[in-house]
């Protein structure tokens, strides 16, 4: 699935789930994930965003758009689909694949993160992180690459909410905490 917005708030969890247990339960998983990412890609513009909430779109031209990007989807795409615009649940659309890739991962044993480093990492050094990891946790792991001068050297991973900070950035901020901290014999 092509990178999207991680925030996912309760009510796209609520349909994601509700798509995900009617794909896994019809086999349909695979279709259904593809659709989910091609078609929600572009919701996560902040103007298709914003087109989607105004109030002066009317629904009978929302819902039009809605059957022309549904038409060659999966019948349970294109019933979520009609059930998001007979709701005008438009807004979910934008959050919606971020919390169906969590059900997709989770049932498949895989763990998504991001490596910050100061530098840009290739596939290979990207290969051994995520291979480490893997050993670690005894999940799949798939890591988004980030730069980030601020880190100054070494890499900074997030992955299912923990992060492992092993940048200079981190060692320094760690050392700054000590010294702050520290019983110096003051008179």
Not at 19 to 33: I, K, Q, T, Y
Not at 167 to 185: I, Y
Request: hydrophobic residues 45%; glycine residues 10%.
């Amino acid at each position: 699935m092509a990178a999207q917005t991680r925030y996912s708030g309760p009510a796209a969890r609520r349909y994601a789930k509700a798509l995900f247990l009617a794909a896994a339960e019809g086999d349909a998983l695979a279709p259904v994930s593809a659709d989910v990412d091609a078609l929600w890609a572009p919701f996560a513009d902040p103007r298709a965003g914003a087109w989607l909430a105004d109030p002066r779109v009317a629904d009978a031209d929302k819902r039009r758009v809605f059957e022309e990007i549904g038409a060659g989807c999966h019948a349970l795409t294109r019933g979520l689909l009609q059930v998001l615009v007979r709701r005008r649940r438009h807004a979910v659309l934008a959050e919606l694949p971020a919390a169906f890739r969590d059900l997709v991962d989770a049932h498949q044993g895989r763990l998504r993160g991001v490596v910050e480093s100061a530098r840009a990492l290739g596939d290979q050094e990207r290969s051994r992180i995520e291979g480490a990891f893997a050993a670690q946790t005894g999940k799949e792991v798939v890591l988004e690459i980030r730069e980030n001068l601020e880190l100054l050297g070494g890499i900074r991973v997030t992955l299912g909410g923990t992060r492992y900070d092993g940048s200079a950035r981190g060692r320094l901020d760690k050392l700054r905490t000590r010294l702050a901290h520290a019983d110096l014999g003051g008179r």
